[in-house]
T-cell receptor
Framework: KQEVTQIPAALSVPEGENLVLNCSFT??????LQWFRQDPGKGLTSLLL?????REQTSGRLNASLDKSSGRSTLYIAASQPGDSATYLC?????????????FGSGTQLTVLP | NAGVTQTPKFQVLKTGQSMTLQCAQD?????MSWYRQDPGMGLRLIHY???????DQGEVPNGYNVSRSTTEDFPLRLLSAAPSQTSVYFC???????????FGNGTRLTVT
C-alpha cells in the first residue's frame, strides 16, 4: 500500500525566508502528484500538479519538484510571507478500484512570523 | 462560480441518529468524492462517483451510503451515527482524470 509521509509536521520561519517542504512516498508507480494548501476551517486548494512524466512545476513563488526514483517531492516557497501560513498537503494519484484515487500525506503546518 | 458547496457547515448528532451531508458542484464535473479528515490520519476516501448513476467504495466506506442521481449532487448519508464518525467531511470534484481536485469547505460533524 502506498505510504505518503510529510516531515516535519510543523514548521515556523521568519518572514522573507525561502523554505522547502518535503513529501516522501513508498511506491514510484504514480500518475501525478498534487500539492494543496489548507487554511484553518477551510477546504483544500490545489497549488500545483506534477504529472508523472514531469520533473517540476512552477507558479509564482512556488516550485514543486518530483523525483520518482527516490520517492520524493519538494515544495519550495520563495520569500515567504505571513499569508503563506497554512497547512500544506501532498497527494499522489494512484490506481485503486475502478478509478485512480488520491492518497494524502498528513501535512506540514507552516507558520510564517512577521 | 460557486465551485463545490457543502451543507451544513456544522452538525451535532446523537449516537444512532441518521443524517445526510449535502454536496453540490456547478462545474459539470463527472467525478465526485467524499473524504473524512481526522487528526494525524490525513484525508481518507469514503466513497466516490465517476458519473451519474455510478458509485464505488473508497478506503473507509462502512457506515456511509451515497447516491448520484444527477451530475451536480453527491449526498453522503450516515445511516446510524457513531462517535467514531466524528470528523470533518470534505466533498471534492474534478474534471478529467488527473486534473486538479476541487474541494468544498467541509462539514464538521460531532457525534455524542
Amino acid at each position: 500500500k502506498q505510504e505518503v509521509t510529510q516531515i516535519p509536521a510543523a514548521l515556523s520561519v521568519p518572514e522573507g525566508e525561502n523554505l522547502v517542504l518535503n513529501c516522501s512516498f513508498t511506491d514510484s508507480a504514480i500518475y501525478n502528484l498534487q500539492w494543496f494548501r489548507q487554511d484553518p476551517g477551510k477546504g483544500l486548494t490545489s497549488l500545483l500538479l506534477i504529472q508523472s512524466s514531469q520533473r517540476e512545476q512552477t507558479s509564482g513563488r512556488l516550485n514543486a519538484s518530483l523525483d520518482k526514483s527516490s520517492g520524493r517531492s519538494t515544495l519550495y516557497i520563495a520569500a515567504s510571507q505571513p499569508g503563506d501560513s497554512a497547512t500544506y498537503l501532498c497527494a499522489l494519484l494512484i490506481s485503486s478500484g475502478s478509478a485512480r484515487q488520491l492518497t494524502f500525506g498528513s501535512g506540514t503546518q507552516l507558520t510564517v512570523l512577521p | 462560480n460557486a465551485g463545490v458547496t457543502q451543507t451544513p457547515k456544522f452538525q451535532v448528532l446523537k449516537t444512532g441518529q441518521s443524517m445526510t451531508l449535502q454536496c453540490a458542484q456547478d462545474m459539470n464535473h463527472e467525478y465526485m468524492s467524499w473524504y473524512r479528515q481526522d487528526p494525524g490520519m490525513g484525508l481518507r476516501l469514503i466513497h466516490y462517483s465517476v458519473g451519474a448513476g455510478i458509485t464505488d467504495q473508497g478506503e473507509v466506506p462502512n457506515g456511509y451510503n451515497v447516491s448520484r442521481s444527477t451530475t451536480e449532487d453527491f449526498p453522503l448519508r450516515l445511516l446510524s451515527a457513531a462517535p467514531s464518525q466524528t470528523s470533518v467531511y470534505f466533498c471534492a470534484s474534478r474534471d478529467r482524470e488527473g486534473s486538479p481536485l476541487h474541494f468544498g469547505n467541509g462539514t464538521r460533524l460531532t457525534v455524542t
